[in-house]
């Protein structure tokens, strides 16, 4: 399958700073792609590029095969949705969604039944005299959808489009936008900094940090076998061990060996170990290698966050049953259950 | 019982802060329809100052320029504000801060800054000053205006409002016509109303940039303050009434935009309006490039304001078929400025000291007395002058001296024969105007003792401010300039000190009033006309002398101004017919104390001036 964007080693520096140092991403058609990192990674600065905002300062840009980096962003076959939406206050919800059409100089009974079409698909049929200042932030929200949407982009890019919702608005924003995808089949480029935003909604999560990319990956992928240190801390809690590859399945860190899945790497090669809080169980602790003390234990609603202490560090440990505080207890958990990742250097 | 106080004294407050604000509008109004000339006495309705400035082409030339350089300005400054604001905003913080700050320096500078820099400015790059160069000007001193209204409207945006406009296909230009103008519209139209205000009431630029006859409203009535002339009430009037109807207009836009008719009729419009707007963009160009385009014979002549009849300009005109470029300033001073920034003139007609400053200053050329045929009309008392000996440089335009002028009601004839000492008479205390300047009021009190009024001694001017500030301590006088006029139309105070020919006109306004020139001597003066060393065309300018010194035009002259013409035969027949019996036209020729003002010199003048603010500061 060929790859409807491609960005090929693009780099670009805002005064000095280099915020990307080589971003090399195929995103294909009708795929939900996130762009998922903590503020400042560059994830923000991928969309621009993309949009045609602002310009790389190397590498290539292809759209359906053909370099577009030079192209203005009025040339260009996507369209965004703004993180503040960047409504057009002087036009009506009618006016805003039209405004690409109008542009195009669309005759005016195409771009009626267009706008209602779009309406109706964001749900805001009957809004068109209404004035954008008047909406809530969810009905803005479709409004910018609806406005990009009617154009028929191949592509739709979406810059943090949920953050300035409350949370409630924003889980069903979440799944609506998932609906609308599947209603136009398009591609949705997707920027968050909120990783289960990212995990619900995406076919495909591009983790990014520091201005590079650290795994690529489906939600399952990155949540389950984080690449690195950083991915395994940024998607969900974790506990990351540093150990050694004996050899294939067979690993060892805080004085015992353990079975594992985890093939590939050099025999007694420094790693670094997952153990996610829900994968360990908590045992008699004559049961189990790894033994400990309960430190403290929280309330989470659908589970328990449990610290154990043990002789090298603290566990964390997500479980249903309830374990007194001082009490000495053993850590379970199956080769399946341990990841290895690379080091990081 | 407090509340109602409080809402009566609230109401009372509003009403006098109305009061305050349009009192002096309504005056104008009402004077406007006044049949006199008078400022102080309503005569009776007429209609007479409306006519006058329909048939006053130098005011509705200047109505003209005004506007035309207002409208102009206005939009060029509009589009270059908003631009550089739409540009500021996307700049680097640094370079934003500081343009910011340079644009407020011309906003913060005083008028009179800017107009000289920029007089000096075109000066030196040889910019021929009139119509185009007041247009810079104007949007010189606008653009800052509009680019403080605009920009803060710009940095309310948001920072993707362009981009998502181009987003969705338009071109940056479609983004800036279709989203962010209509988006900055409120900052727009501000920024405009105020370019449009600055521009059409600036004077002090406009004065100091135009040339070649070029004069907007301002410099038409700065320049006629002497001798106020009603018809300026009249286009007062109609320039309030016009702004009414705006305001009325706005008011009453939105609401009738909302009814039918006129939204059908709206539709219909905008091609038209476009159109129109076009063609009157077109004529409005194409009288610049009129404007621009030099007359071969044309003479510059600059004098002081309301200090002509402006017929004889026109009928010179039509004579020797050419064009007349007539300025005009508003003190001998003032003139100076401007000639010595670089402004050429043909003739100008300063007073008696000013010529002789001019003279010593090589400025003028000598006159050749043969290609006059008119100077015997002068009277010849009036000629060989200490300040211009053989008249070589100078012809005599209107001449007078100055007086004493009363309210035959209230001042005893036997104490005027104390001369100049009445003015220090107890019995007159509070009621007294003198003439708030230095020189005449040295001059008073130097006659008064009995001194040369040219006096370089300063032991006698010493004694001269002592008579002064004693005249302070026993009379309290009123220190005032030209607005004397209008205050003694009204009868205000029983005593000013006056030039002849503005008593002469006083004195045909109010009949209570008498003139009187105390022996012990008082200022004679003449106003001359002069030729420039920078005159291009003396054929024309020897014309325009002669011109003037034709008994005809001289008395007609003589009659619309007021002052005493040189010219012998005019002065007899006004003195008999429209003068008659009145004593402040006939000036006194025969006293040995009268004198000429000679040119100071500037250690003297400024020892004088000294002792003249400790004078009034007493």
Redesign the interface.
């Given at each position: 399958m060929n790859a409807l964007i491609e960005l090929k080693n693009i780099t670009k520096t805002f005064d000095d700073q280099q915020i990307l140092k080589g971003i090399n991403l195929k995103i294909y058609e009708n795929e939900f792609l996130t762009l998922l990192g903590p503020s400042g990674c560059g994830k923000t600065t991928t969309l621009r590029i993309i949009a045609g905002f602002d310009e790389s300062d190397g590498g290539e840009l292809l759209f359906d095969g053909i370099e577009i980096s030079k192209q203005p962003p009025y040339k260009r076959e996507v369209n965004t949705v703004f993180q503040k939406y960047a409504l057009f206050p002087h036009l009506n919800v009618f006016d805003n969604i039209a405004f690409g059409l109008n542009i195009k100089k669309t005759e005016k009974s195409v771009v009626k039944q267009e706008v209602e079409k779009m309406l109706k698909l964001v749900g805001l049929s009957g809004f068109e005299k209404r004035d954008v200042t008047s909406l809530s932030g969810g009905q803005q929200q479709r409004v910018a959808i609806a406005r990009a949407l009617i154009n028929k982009p191949k592509v739709l890019l979406l810059d943090e489009p949920l953050g300035a919702l409350d949370a409630k608005l924003r889980k069903e924003m979440q799944f609506e936008l998932k609906k609308i995808q599947k209603e136009v089949g398009i591609t949705f480029i997707y920027v968050t900094h909120d990783q289960e935003e990212a995990l619900s909604m995406s076919d495909t999560v591009v983790v990014m940090n520091d201005g590079y990319i650290q795994q690529i990956g489906t939600p399952t992928d990155v949540y389950n076998e984080p690449e690195n240190r950083f991915v395994a801390q940024f998607i969900g809690e974790s506990n990351i061990i540093e150990g050694t590859m004996i050899r294939d399945c067979l690993v060892a860190f805080d004085d015992f060996e353990f079975e594992c899945v985890d093939k590939g790497f050099k025999e007694n090669e420094e790693i670094e170990v997952v153990l996610r809080p829900e994968d360990i169980d908590i045992v008699a602790a004559d049961k189990a290698k790894l033994t400990g003390t309960v430190t403290s234990i929280v309330f989470k609603g659908v589970h328990y966050e449990i610290m154990v202490q043990s002789k090298y560090r603290q566990y964390m440990i997500h479980t249903t049953d309830y374990h007194e505080v001082g009490l000495e207890v053993g850590l379970a958990f199956g080769p399946e259950d341990i990841h290895v990742m690379w080091k990081m250097v | 019982m407090l509340k109602k106080l409080a809402r009566i004294s609230s109401g009372l407050y509003v009403a006098l802060c109305f009061a305050f604000f349009y009192v002096p509008i309504i005056i104008t109004m009402i004077f406007s329809f006044n049949s006199s000339r008078s400022f102080a006495k309503y005569t009776g309705f007429s209609l007479r100052w409306y006519q006058a400035l329909i048939n006053d082409s130098e005011i509705m030339a200047a109505v003209g320029v005004s506007v035309s350089v207002a409208l102009f300005a206005t939009a060029i400054s509009t589009v270059l504000g908003t631009i550089t604001a739409i540009g500021l905003s996307k700049s680097r913080r640094i370079l934003k801060e500081w343009i910011l700050n340079i644009n407020n320096i011309p906003i913060m500078n005083p008028d009179i800054v800017t107009a000289i820099g920029l007089m000096i400015l075109f000066t030196s790059l040889k910019i021929e000053k009139g119509y185009i160069t007041m247009l810079l000007a104007h949007i010189c001193f606008c653009t800052p205006y509009v680019i403080t209204s605009v920009y803060p409207k710009i940095r309310e945006l948001?920072n993707?409002?362009a981009?998502?406009?181009?987003?969705?296909?338009?071109?940056?230009f479609?983004a800036l016509v279709?989203?962010i103008v209509?988006?900055i519209?409120p900052g727009i139209y501000a920024g405009m109303l105020l370019a449009f205000t600055m521009s059409i009431d600036d004077f002090v630029i406009s004065y100091f940039v135009s040339g070649n006859g070029v004069e907007n409203i301002s410099m038409i009535v700065y320049n006629a303050t002497k001798r106020i002339n009603p018809t300026i009430n009249a286009l007062s009037t109609i320039v309030i009434l016009a702004i009414v109807f705006a305001v009325v207009v706005v008011k009453l836009a939105p609401k009738v935009r909302s009814t039918s008719w006129f939204c059908a009729l709206n539709e219909k419009i905008p091609k038209k309006t476009r159109r129109v707007f076009e063609a009157v963009c077109g004529v409005l160009i194409f009288v610049i490039l009129l404007r621009c385009g030099g007359d071969a014979k044309t003479l510059k002549v600059y004098n002081a304001g309301e200090y002509i009849d402006d017929s004889l300009v026109t009928a010179f005109e039509e004579e020797y078929g050419c064009k007349v470029i007539y300025e005009t300033f508003d003190s001998n001073e003032s003139m100076y400025t401007k000639v010595m920034s670089g402004e050429k003139y043909d003739i100008i007609i300063p007073s008696d000291y000013m010529i002789e400053r001019l003279a010593k200053e090589k400025f003028l050329q000598e006159i050749d007395k043969d290609r006059l045929k008119n100077l015997g009309n002068i009277m010849p008392r009036l000629m060989n002058q200490p300040f211009d000996p053989e008249n070589k440089y100078s012809i005599p335009y209107f001449w007078g001296n100055v007086g004493i002028l009363y309210d035959k009601t209230v001042v005893k004839t036997e104490d005027l024969e104390a001369g100049w000492e009445v003015l220090r008479n107890p019995a007159y205390k509070d009621n007294i105007y003198m003439y708030n300047s230095e020189r005449d009021s040295f001059m008073i009190a130097l006659k008064a003792l009995g001194y040369s009024l040219n006096t370089s001694d300063r032991a006698e001017l010493d004694r001269a401010y002592k008579w002064l500030v004693e005249q302070k301590e026993r009379v309290n006088p009123i220190y005032m300039g030209d607005e004397v006029i209008d205050s003694m139309i009204a009868g205000n105070k029983a005593m000013a000190i006056v030039y002849s020919g503005d008593a002469a006109y006083i004195m045909s306004e109010n009949e209570n009033l008498g003139f009187y020139t105390p022996q012990s001597g008082t200022n004679l003066w003449i106003d001359g006309m002069v030729i420039t060393n920078e005159c291009k065309n003396d054929d024309l300018a020897y014309k325009w002398i002669d011109f003037m010194l034709e008994p005809q035009n001289a008395s007609l002259n003589s009659e619309t101004v007021g002052y005493s013409s040189p010219v012998e035969e005019a002065y007899k027949e006004i003195s008999m017919t429209v003068y008659a019996d009145n004593e402040a036209y006939v000036p006194r020729q025969d006293n040995q104390n009268d004198e000429f003002f000679r040119y100071q010199e500037p250690e003297i003048k400024r020892y004088c001036a000294e002792l003249w603010t400790k004078v009034k500061s007493q």
């Open positions: - | 948001d993707n409002i981009n998502a406009a181009m987003d969705l296909g338009a071109t940056p479609q279709k989203v209509p988006m519209k």
